[in-house]
Nanobody, 119 residues
């Protein structure tokens, strides 16, 4: 199973970006998909997550600005980021938890995509 991310880049404060992640391979189901981020010198933190049933979780710092969505049929997850702030600058990682494959349940990570918010 591979997770491939896209959509990162450079944006000015107050701008918007949309991150997308697609899981490929022989996948029977994915319990939860989400986005984490890691800024230089900081620990990786949860940004947002969504279950297969559509329940969402957001970090307090992004509530009201970011929206996570998911297409279960396509095994994709997206993160719409609005009103971006310089403190949102980080490498963003896609995560898929409890992925059921032919070999059992596994967690997977994408390679990361850089988001830079700067004027």
């Amino acid at each position: 199973v591979q997770l491939v991310e896209s959509g990162g880049g450079l944006v000015q404060p107050g701008g918007s970006l949309r991150l997308s992640c697609a899981a490929s391979g022989i996948i029977f189901s994915i319990n939860a998909m989400g986005w984490y981020r890691q800024a230089p010198g900081k620990q990786r933190e949860l940004v947002a997550a969504i279950t297969s049933g559509g329940m969402t979780t957001y970090a307090d710092s992004v509530k009201g600005r970011f929206t996570i969505s998911r297409d279960n049929a396509k095994n994709t997850v997206s993160l719409q980021m609005n009103s971006l702030k310089p403190e949102d600058t980080a490498v963003y990682y896609c995560n898929a938890r409890l992925v059921r494959t032919v070999t059992g349940l596994h967690d997977y990570w994408g390679q990361g995509t850089q988001v830079t918010v700067s004027s």
